[in-house]
Every structure is written in structure tokens, then in C-alpha cells.
């Protein structure tokens, strides 16, 4: 792994070490932070390292690159911070994988725009809270607090869950097919229909989901109602 992959803050301040009530020792929550530009990971790093009980461990490029450090030795990690804005498009098999490392820590994600693809996400997977980038340091400090206690911090502008949108039933097969990697060419010749029909109906398809394009209609399969048969 290169040397820029994960970079560890020791700083000026040493771990802190307080006694408990019994007598035992309490060490600073520890954070990782994963994704996002360096830069960015040192700002981040250095004004939660200035914050009283809590201290990032370590600062890694990327979810792989957590991979590839965990297959010599987890990080000491109570909350993992992941930039999903590292993975636009691919949030989901992002935080499967950081998953799949079954490291024992709280699972935050860190994003620009609380996006639908995020909030599917979230709402799909064992994610413990969604931070903004635009919240403030006490804002990010308050909502670990509340995951280590054991609460769910989403944004509070979203819903509980996904609103469920609509489709009709040849919509909703179109969109499985498109799911499957199938091109328009492919999806006309499975259903029998012109390439022009396809087309039609994917437009549709955008225009009641309000998405952009084949990777975001995907993104939102889950939260589409499907027509009674």
C-alpha cells in the first residue's frame, strides 16, 4: 500500500486517558475517516482532534485501501466517517464492502447533498447516521454522541423512509431489465417492443422518479411500488 494511502494523526496532544467511576481507564472515541480529498481528511482530522474525547486514528484514501490495512491489523475504530461523495453512483456497493470488513465501530456516512441515492442507502443498509459537510464541528460532535449511545442521526428534512413512486408494469420491467446491465437494443428484443418504445419509456421512467439518468433510475429500484399482477 503506498504511503499516502493512510495517514495517521500523533499530534501535539497525546491520547487522553480518564478514569471512570470504577477506576478504569476511558480512551478518546476513536475515528477513521474514509474517502474524500486529503486535504480535506487532514481539516477534517485536525479540528476533531482539537474537540475534548474524541481523536481520528487514522485517515485512509479509500474503502479498499481500509481493506488492504485491516488484512494486517484493524485500526482501533469506534466510528468510521465514509465520503460518500467519493462514490456517487456507487454508495451502496461502497458501504457493502465497508461492511463486509465487519470492523466493530458505528458507521456514519459524510456527504455535500443528502441525494436519494444516499437516503436509499441509508435506508437499506446498517448505516448509524448521514452527516452534511455543511453541519458544524458541534453539529458532527452532537451526532456521534447520539450514535454511540445508540441512536440512528439522519438529516431531519428526510422521511423515515423512501416514498414509494408508481410505475406501470411494463415501467417496472424495463427498469429490472435496465438493472441487469440490459441496453435498449437488448430491452426491446426481451420485451418484443421497438428501440423507440424502450426510449419512451425510460424518459418516463426519469421523469416520475426525478432522476438524471440509468444509474440513479437503478439506485431508486427499491424504492418503486410494483404493479399488482
Not at 426525478?210 to 418503486?224: F, G, W
Request: one cysteine or more; proline letters at 4%.
Amino acid at each position: 500500500m503506498s504511503a499516502t494511502a493512510v495517514a495517521s494523526w500523533s499530534g501535539s496532544r497525546a491520547p487522553s486517558i480518564g478514569v471512570g467511576r470504577l477506576g478504569s481507564p476511558q480512551l478518546d472515541t476513536a475515528l477513521v475517516i474514509i474517502g474524500g480529498p486529503r486535504l480535506l481528511r487532514a481539516a477534517i482530522g485536525g479540528l476533531i482532534d482539537a474537540q475534548p474525547g474524541m481523536r481520528v486514528t487514522s485517515s485512509i484514501a479509500s474503502v479498499e485501501a481500509l481493506a488492504e490495512l485491516c488484512s494486517l491489523g484493524a485500526p482501533r475504530c469506534d466510528v468510521a466517517l465514509l465520503d460518500v461523495d467519493d462514490y456517487r453512483g456507487d454508495c451502496a456497493q461502497a458501504v457493502d464492502r465497508l461492511l463486509s470488513l465487519r470492523l466493530p465501530c458505528k458507521l456514519v456516512l459524510l456527504c455535500t447533498v443528502a441525494t436519494s441515492e444516499v437516503l436509499l442507502c441509508a435506508s437499506t443498509r446498517r448505516i448509524d447516521g448521514v452527516v452534511l459537510k455543511e453541519s458544524s464541528l458541534r453539529e458532527l460532535r452532537d451526532a456521534i454522541s447520539h450514535i454511540l449511545r445508540g441512536h440512528a442521526v439522519m438529516p431531519s428534512s428526510w422521511r423515515a423512509a423512501p416514498e414509494l413512486v408508481a410505475l406501470t408494469t411494463r415501467q417496472f420491467e424495463i427498469l429490472q431489465l435496465m438493472s441487469l446491465a440490459h441496453s435498449n437494443e437488448e430491452i426491446a428484443e426481451l420485451l418484443g417492443v421497438r428501440p423507440n418504445t424502450v426510449k419512451f419509456h425510460i424518459s418516463e421512467i426519469f421523469r416520475r422518479l426525478r432522476v438524471r439518468n440509468r444509474i440513479e433510475a437503478i439506485a431508486q429500484l427499491d424504492t418503486c411500488e410494483a404493479p399488482a399482477r
